[in-house]
């Protein structure tokens, strides 16, 4: 299986803020990468795909680039609502992986 | 208004079975592939399972495979997950997700999730 690691686990950010979250793939995954967030006792939100691809409805403050292995989710300006853990997901193969997750949490 | 429903969740024994159901709305439920996604209390997000929008290919993690199964009833607009031989380690919110490729195998990402249901594996 193709192992996720995202980096940082947890950071302390303000409002204003720009943030970046790593994620490393273990082996070449192309562009299929997503990123989601979750906050506590709700479910993951799509905000990216196909790396770079904003889902509709996403502020445009969110951002995701890379291919194969590295990839980042910038938000250029953190808002209060955009604290929430973050998630990277490969699906170039099978079993489709997760990364640990990154919580960004209020300075 | 699009949305997955899950149901099911509930405390068993090590050993025990259960089934949790999903209810689509909103969209072409027989179109797109499905999956299960859980979450241990405090952990990460694990993939479990996933069927074709027609329900002939089905794929597990190896973690559940041989124990769990998954099904779907297009005419209910309904996913399944059979679970059996429960252990502490499958304690979990388990979430059902949407494929966003309609007539595709599951492949993908998830556009849709749904709020979860609990199972908790206690003696």
């Known amino acids: 299986a193709i192992r996720m690691t995202q980096s940082p686990s947890s950071f302390s950010a303000s409002t204003g803020d720009r943030v970046t979250i790593t994620c490393r793939a273990s082996q070449g995954i192309s562009s299929y990468l997503a990123w989601y967030q979750q906050k506590p006792g709700k479910a993951p939100k799509l905000l990216i795909y196909?790396?770079?691809t904003l889902q509709s409805g996403v502020p445009s403050r969110f951002s995701g680039s890379g291919s194969g292995t590295d990839f980042t989710l910038t938000i250029s300006c953190l808002q209060s609502e955009d604290f929430a853990t973050y998630y990277c997901q490969q699906y170039y193969s099978y079993p489709r992986t997760f990364g640990q997750g990154t919580k960004l949490e209020i300075k | 208004e699009v949305q997955l429903l899950e149901s099911g969740g509930g405390l068993v024994q090590p050993g025990g079975s259960l089934r949790l159901s999903c209810a689509a709305s909103g969209f072409t439920f027989s179109s797109y592939a499905m999956s299960w996604v859980r979450q241990a209390p405090g952990k990460g997000l694990e993939w479990v399972s996933a069927i074709s929008g027609s329900g002939g290919s089905t794929y597990y993690a190896d973690s559940v495979k041989g124990r769990f199964t998954i099904s779907r009833d297009n005419s209910k607009n309904t996913l399944y997950l059979q679970m059996n031989s429960l252990r502490a380690e499958d304690t979990a919110v388990y979430y059902c997700?949407?494929?966003?490729?309609?007539?595709?195998?599951?492949?993908?990402?998830?556009?849709?999730w749904g709020r979860g249901t609990l199972v908790t594996v206690s003696s």
């Open positions: 196909a790396a770079s």
């Open positions: 997700a949407k494929d966003p490729i309609a007539a595709a195998l599951p492949d993908w990402y998830f556009d849709l």
